[in-house]
T-cell receptor, first 114, second 110 residues
């Protein structure tokens, strides 16, 4: 059974619309993260959460808003979508944030903005 | 400049050959992880290795902090090893942020 679930797997959106990317982890971890991978670029850190609190935000735009309704959930809301937002978005988790723990990644959501 | 540099960018091997992948970093770190990214995109954690040498089957990871480098050795490569290998470092701090390299794309031919 997958331990980190991301939904949907693929997503096509129109410019200007809003989408929510879902992430749930069943590893019992206290820290969750979002990363983005665009073509020809390294995986890029976006956010880290620990015990449902924001620890780090490296995303310049407020159009990206994480939402944590439960300890094992960290969704990503993206508003006013732009073609440049097209990327694969990965959710990850670890036992603790900054605890020098292994991070485990979900399968990703591939977003295409037209 | 980029904090994590991986080399080579790509590598083609014949099945059975060995590979040595390098990761150099320009900042102090809390930890180093190696990942395998499948052609479909998902990431698999291979090693969490902040220092020293670790083994897992045909894979060996060695991190030398003083020299700011980490390596991944693949012995007796198989076609199923094809994919992209990523190193990521967690810099000093307590947010869990990982900084990734661009990866080494490995193709193992039968």
């Amino acid at each position: 059974d997958p331990k980190i679930i991301q939904k949907p797997k693929y997503l096509v959106a129109v410019t200007g619309s809003e989408k929510i990317l879902i992430c749930e982890q069943y590893l019992g971890h206290n820290a969750m993260y979002w990363y983005r991978q665009s073509a020809k670029k390294p995986l890029e850190f976006m956010f880290s959460y620990s015990y449902q609190k924001l620890m780090d935000n490296q995303t310049a735009s407020s159009r990206f808003q994480p939402q944590s309704s439960k300890k094992n959930h960290l969704d990503l809301q993206i508003t006013a979508l732009k073609p440049d937002d097209s990327a694969t978005y990965f959710c990850a988790s670890s036992q603790e944030a900054g605890g020098q723990d292994t991070q485990y990644f979900g399968p990703g959501t591939r977003l295409l903005v037209l | 400049g980029q904090q994590v540099q991986q080399s080579p960018a790509s590598l083609v091997l014949q099945e059975g050959e060995n590979a040595e992948l390098q990761c150099n970093f320009s900042t102090s770190l809390n930890s180093m992880q190696w990942f395998y990214q499948r052609p479909g995109g998902s990431l698999v954690s291979l090693f969490y290795n902040p220092s020293g040498t670790k083994h897992s089957g045909r894979l060996t990871s060695t991190t030398v902090i003083k020299e700011r480098r980490s390596s991944l050795h693949i012995s007796s490569s198989q076609t199923t090893d094809s994919g992209t290998y990523l190193c990521a470092l967690e810099i000093t701090g307590n947010t869990g942020k990982l900084i990734f390299g661009l990866g080494t794309t490995l193709q193992v031919q039968p």
